[in-house]
T-cell receptor
Framework: GQSLEQPSEVTAVEGAIVQINCTYQ??????LSWYQQHDGGAPTFLSY????GLEETGRFSSFLSRSDSYGYLLLQELQMKDSASYFC??????FGTGTRLKVLA | NAGVTQTPKFQVLKTGQSMTLQCAQD?????MYWYRQDPGMGLRLIYY???????DKGEVPNGYNVSRLNKREFSLRLESAAPSQTSVYFC?????????????FGEGSWLTVV
């Protein structure tokens, strides 16, 4: 079946850089997306990779390697407000298990 | 900027009752979706509608029905609610652009079935 695996939790300090990985077992998709979700809120779009390589959007970057069935989200200059859950998604159909990011002061 | 609006925000149902979750988007998107999210988990697709007049099953369609009333509105119906359907439900629409797709979510509907 199709699945996307992420680490359940990541902790980092304010100002640091953190990488959240997403490994998948699926094929034939158009792109890999990343979403942020604060507790009690709705997911919001962060980044999208249609092609292999790095996409940069401000403090957030996302990477995709189709040959390795792997992607990651990179968050730089971490802020307290970045404490949230992060999900990868294949097109609109399959979402990852989610990674809870805790940013410590 | 309304975006995606869904109602109700909170609902408690008794087992066997029926209800409809309403969703509307004002972004003129063709595709709309219903997801459910259980505690500590990712989103799972229930049903989607690629365009007005079409609907398709997602990963977890059992116990649900949908109606794409027009381009703006996409409703989700629980005919006979079960405790296993206690969850947070998100409606979404999708913008298709040259470099990919972006999903816009509603604020969520918290449903408890007792």
């Amino acid at each position: 079946g199709q699945s996307l695996e992420q680490p359940s939790e990541v902790t980092a300090v304010e100002g640091a850089i953190v990488q959240i990985n997403c490994t998948y077992q699926t094929s034939g998709f158009y792109g890999l997306s990343w979403y942020q979700q604060h507790d009690g809120g709705a997911p919001t779009f962060l980044s999208y990779n249609a092609l292999d390589g790095l996409e940069e959007t401000g403090r957030f970057s996302s990477f995709l390697s189709r040959s390795d069935s792997y992607g990651y989200l990179l968050l730089q200059e971490l802020q307290m407000k970045d404490s949230a859950s992060y999900f990868c998604a294949v097109d609109e159909y399959i979402f990852g298990t989610g990674t809870r990011l805790k940013v410590l002061a | 900027n309304a975006g995606v609006t869904q109602t109700p925000k909170f609902q408690v149902l008794k087992t066997g009752q029926s209800m409809t979750l309403q969703c509307a988007q004002d972004m003129n998107h063709n595709s709309m979706y219903w997801y459910r999210q259980d505690p500590g988990m990712g989103l799972r697709l229930i049903y989607y509608s690629a365009s007005e007049g079409t609907t398709d099953k997602g990963e977890v369609p059992n116990g649900y029905n949908v109606s794409r009333l027009n381009k703006r509105e996409f409703s989700l119906r629980l005919e006979s609610a079960a405790p296993s359907q206690t969850s947070v439900y998100f409606c979404a629409s999708c913008r298709t652009w040259t470099s990919g797709n972006t999903i816009y979510f509603g604020e969520g509907s918290w449903l408890t079935v007792v």
